[in-house]
């Protein structure tokens, strides 16, 4: 069975940190484009970052400078890091794979409050 | 950055409706579209990609046009599983992949 299990979520302050990780089982995320989407009742789904399977990387200009994507291939898992967290990064996080997208995790919670 | 608009926001309807969503981009995105349902407390789902090719395992109640910039999902027979929020995205070459802002089915 083909899945996506992230983690990491949780309440930081404004300014902290975070790390989400991405796990796949069923499939090597080596071999696609993996991909973090975030979503918030106010601004809907917001593609954030993907990493190509050569390791190139994109991110949306709402992180740029921010967040870096990352992939360890030994444990078939995909990273965020999160840095310089603002009030505006608070939603659900998914990672999914491909282009289109699929398949997707089941989100990780995000909130930055002080 | 190409922008995806949706309408309508939201539609009520019955078990059985047909029910019609469009999607517009800012540009010219080909066949580049696809779309996605998502239910309360769920990840979005594939349903169609390139603009009408159906996701497998997907019902065939569902389908997708359009090309350019203009884009329809259709619903042919709602039904009460179908009662969902579908999102449009562009997938044209590279990022940022852009969604629209949602479109509510909602029961009649």
């Known amino acids: 069975e083909v899945l996506l299990v992230e983690s990491g979520g949780g309440l930081i302050q404004p300014g902290g940190s975070l790390r989400l990780s991405c796990v796949a089982s069923?499939?090597?995320?080596?071999?696609?484009?993996m991909n973090w989407v975030r979503q918030t009742p106010g601004r809907g789904l917001e593609w954030v970052s993907v990493?190509?399977?050569?390791?190139?990387?994109y991110y949306a200009d709402s992180v740029k400078g921010r967040f870096t994507i990352s992939r360890d291939s030994s444990k078939n898992t995909v990273y965020l890091q999160m840095n310089n967290l603002r009030a505006d990064d608070t939603a659900v996080y998914y990672c999914?794979?491909?282009?289109?997208?699929?398949?997707w995790g089941q989100g990780t919670v995000v909130t930055v409050s002080s | 950055d190409i922008q995806m608009t949706q309408s309508p926001s939201s539609v009520s309807a019955s078990v059985g409706d047909r029910v019609t969503i469009t999607c517009r981009a800012s540009?010219?995105?080909?066949?580049?579209l696809v779309w996605y349902q998502q239910k309360p407390g769920k990840a979005p789902k594939l349903l169609i990609y390139?603009?009408?090719s159906l996701q497998s395992g997907v019902p065939s109640r569902f389908s997708g046009s359009g090309s350019g910039t203009d884009f329809t999902l259709t619903i042919s027979s709602l039904q009460p599983e179908d009662f969902a929020t579908y999102y449009c995205?562009?997938?044209?070459?590279?990022?940022?992949?852009?969604f629209g802002q949602g479109t509510k089915v909602e029961i009649k």
């Open positions: 990493i190509y399977s050569g390791g190139g990387t």
């Open positions: 540009q010219d995105i080909s066949t580049w």
């Open positions: 390139a603009a009408s």
């Open positions: 999914a794979g491909n282009l289109p997208f699929d398949p």
């Open positions: 995205q562009q997938a044209k070459s590279l990022p940022p992949w852009t």
């Open positions: 069923g499939f090597s995320l080596s071999d696609i484009y």
